[in-house]
């Protein structure tokens, strides 16, 4: 059974950081090409796409809202993906999630098998 556990939400003032981790288990990355989402859904909105990395780490997709301040990364064997979010603002406020799909990225989130229960971030100004 496929598992992806977010971690590293909180509460952080405008300009602050954050790194939110994707934790898998059931499937393991170093073996299966499976490729990452970060999407994000604020209330009253749809959720939408944030950040995406391939199956290898050697493609990498953001949303325009995040490019320059978000950085998508993964580690293989530790079977976890980052998002190191940067300069963050208060319209980043929102439930974080990840989510796999087989090889590529997409940015549209009916294409993703697994989905985290989320994690939220506060961005306060």
């Known amino acids: 059974q496929v598992q992806l556990v977010e971690s590293g939400g909180g509460l952080v003032q405008a300009g602050g950081s954050l790194r939110l981790s994707c934790a898998a288990s059931?499937?393991?990355?170093?073996?299966?090409?499976?490729?990452v989402g970060w999407f994000r859904q604020a209330p009253g909105k749809e959720r939408e796409f944030v950040a995406g990395?391939?199956?290898?780490?050697?493609?990498?997709n953001y949303a325009d809202s995040v490019k320059g301040r978000f950085t998508i990364s993964r580690d293989n064997a530790k079977n976890t993906v980052y998002l190191h979010m940067d300069t963050l603002k208060p319209e980043d406020t929102a439930v974080y999630y990840c989510?796999?799909?087989?090889?590529?990225?997409?940015?549209?989130?009916?294409?993703?098998?697994?989905w985290g229960q989320g994690t939220q971030v506060t961005v306060s100004s």
């Open positions: 989510a796999a799909r087989p090889f590529a990225v997409s940015v549209d989130k009916s294409q993703y098998g697994y």
């Open positions: 059931g499937l393991i990355f170093s073996r299966s090409a499976y490729a």
């Open positions: 990395i391939n199956w290898s780490g050697s493609s990498t």
